[in-house]
């Protein structure tokens, strides 16, 4: 493999270690391994993706490769080292963690993405760095270049698992009552779904070949006659929607390829069983038809279970917060709908907001950005989330909201527009369940249990200050900056252009102002900025396709990676922005 300047790779350094025993690990420790390192935050959808994306690799290269998972926190939550150990459970991460906490190892490997990828030689050099999904053939065959170069040092991991817990769930995520009273609870991470009674005693417990199942719903009766099954399931990781027949628990694949969703946006329907999904996480039946909150690329989709067909509800895939009339909005990471009359409710987690569609627009009822949360009561225009998970609507108006990493749940008046705390001290809640009984379920996910709220829980306002993320921002210059989206081909791959340009930019900013020009979408990779003074969000959305290189049967590949890069403008920053959609050879 050519190599450009050899760059060592500076040491990893943090607050902790998990997945090791206890143990520290340094570099010199894994000297004749292979090493990856994975920037994540456990709210990241993109992140989540990941994770999945790297488990081949482990597998087919464990005795060689070593993963290093490096959580560097976006929000305050984050930062509690028993809620990333609850997270490194969760999602079933099965390498050690490093615990960076003041983003150190970030600064030092010049991240500026959730997700972004670094790959480090047997002789301890940098020779890889990427941002995004879609990596895992590239960083195989760059594997595979570094294997035939020799030097590696075989077994010896420093992965120690830790000890089996032991509950009758395990992360819960979602929950709906039955015609029957019971209650049906997506059992995540034990891949699950069980049937419970109002007792909260299990009845069933439904495995149907899940993979961390999140959003239930209960069809209405005539579209379940018709389709054939009862509830749908959002299948999360399977990237599939699962039709389930109450009487004999029966699982059936309904919507989703099993492919994560890689592709353009368009506004057609399209076969559900043909169409690649993304994340799917919460489920509603509004406007006839089962809308699915489409977590991993920040839109709401359609789906009909008559016609079985799917198509884009809302949302362009760009990660921000912007309403209007759908579909042209923007959401990040939407992971919980109710519907209620005209209104349907949205927890859009990663802008910390609560959101509402009607009469074919989007709205804001409370959050105001990417990068602001916090535990605020009050005027809902001031009032502060942080990343909700859950919502669910009342009969007289109100709103709850699963305010999931402040661990409250929150109301929201619509008549007066202000947002109080009705409950705090949870452990990440998830979901809201209100009962034909009118008794209100909280989905307590990380004490892994439902919990009942006192009847006629009273308002309490809590005060609390804003928070932003940890995130160290860019300093720009103001005026001319040139940003440079920096992307080679994975090795044995090429540029696609069989179907038209193979890149494709695209560039906004939050607030609008910051951005006087070079807004908009091209499909150059270099586009030339000029900013105006103050702080804010550059959103920068790059895509290349690829196909493989010399063989008779070419696979094509799309990477994508959506940025939010917080920017401070002055007159003493940097004229340039170089972001690495996938580098090699670094």
């Not at 919990?451 to 009273?458: C, F, M, Y």
């Not at 900056?481 to 791959?493: K, M, T």
């Amino acid at each position: 493999m050519e190599k450009g300047p050899r760059v060592r790779a500076p040491e990893l350094r943090g607050r902790a270690w998990l997945n090791t025993g206890g143990e520290p690990v340094t570099l010199a420790d894994l000297r004749g391994k292979i090493v990856l390192l994975d920037f994540w935050t456990f709210c990241c959808i993109n992140c989540l993706h990941v994770l999945d994306e790297l488990r081949p690799l482990e597998q087919k290269y464990g005795d060689v490769l070593v993963v290093i998972g490096v959580h560097s926190p976006k929000f305050e939550h984050e930062r509690d080292p028993e809620a990333l150990a609850a997270a490194v459970e969760r999602y079933g991460v099965h390498h050690p963690v490093l615990d960076d906490v003041d983003m150190t190892t970030w600064q030092q490997y010049a991240a500026k993405a959730w997700p972004t990828l670094a790959v480090i030689d047997q002789q301890g050099y940098l020779v890889a760095s990427m941002a995004g999904e879609g990596h895992a053939e590239g960083l195989s065959r760059l594997i595979d270049e570094l294997n035939a170069e020799g030097g590696l040092r075989v077994g010896d991991s420093p992965y120690v698992p830790p000890p089996p817990a032991d509950t009758m769930l395990r992360f819960p995520g979602k929950a709906i009552e039955l015609p029957s009273g019971n209650l049906l609870v997506s059992d995540s991470t034990r891949h699950a779904i069980v049937e419970l009674t109002p007792g909260f005693d299990e009845v069933r417990r439904i495995e149907g070949g899940f993979t961390e199942p999140q959003g239930l719903l209960l069809l209405p009766a005539k579209t379940a006659e018709i389709a054939g099954y009862d509830v749908v399931v959002a299948d999360t990781v399977n990237h599939l929607l699962r039709g389930l027949k109450l009487d004999t628990g029966e699982v059936i694949t309904v919507a989703g390829s099993g492919k994560p969703w890689r592709s353009t946006v368009d506004d057609h329907a399209h076969d559900a069983l043909a169409a690649d999904l993304s994340s799917p996480w919460d489920l509603a039946w509004f406007d006839d038809r089962v809308i699915v909150a489409m977590a991993g690329i920040h839109q709401l989709w359609w789906f009909d279970p008559v016609r079985r067909t799917v198509g884009v509800y809302a949302g362009t895939t760009v990660e921000s917060l912007r309403d209007g009339p759908i579909p042209d909005v923007w959401m990040a990471q939407p992971s919980g709908l109710s519907a209620a009359g005209d209104r349907l409710w949205i927890a859009d987690s990663e802008t910390s907001a609560l959101r509402w569609i009607e009469n074919g627009e989007m709205h804001t009822a409370v959050g105001q950005g990417l990068f602001d949360f916090g535990h605020v009561d009050g005027p809902a225009a001031e009032a502060l989330l942080q990343h909700p998970l859950g919502v669910a609507a009342l009969p007289g108006g109100d709103v709850l909201i699963a305010d999931t990493y402040n661990g409250a749940i929150r109301r929201f008046d619509p008549a007066t527009r202000t947002v109080s705390t009705i409950d705090s001290g949870l452990a990440e809640p998830s979901d809201i369940l209100v009962t034909a009984a009118g008794e209100i379920l909280v989905v307590e996910s990380g004490a892994h249990r439902l919990v009942r709220l006192a009847p006629g829980a009273v308002s309490s306002q809590v005060s609390g200050e804003r928070q932003r993320t940890e995130r160290p921002p860019t300093h720009l210059t103001a005026g001319e900056v040139r940003l440079d989206v920096i992307f080679s081909p994975a090795p044995g791959q090429k540029l696609d252009e069989q179907f038209g340009p193979s890149t494709r930019l695209t560039v906004s900013a939050s607030p609008p102002s910051l951005l006087l020009e070079g807004g908009g979408v091209t499909t150059q990779l270099t586009r030339r900025l000029v900013l105006a003074e103050g702080t804010g969000v550059l959103q920068v959305v790059a895509q290349a396709a690829t196909c493989d290189a010399d063989v008779e049967h070419a696979a094509c590949h799309l990477t994508r990676q959506d940025w939010g890069v917080p920017v401070v403008v002055g007159s003493d920053g940097d004229a340039r922005l170089p972001l690495v959609l996938r580098g090699l050879d670094a």
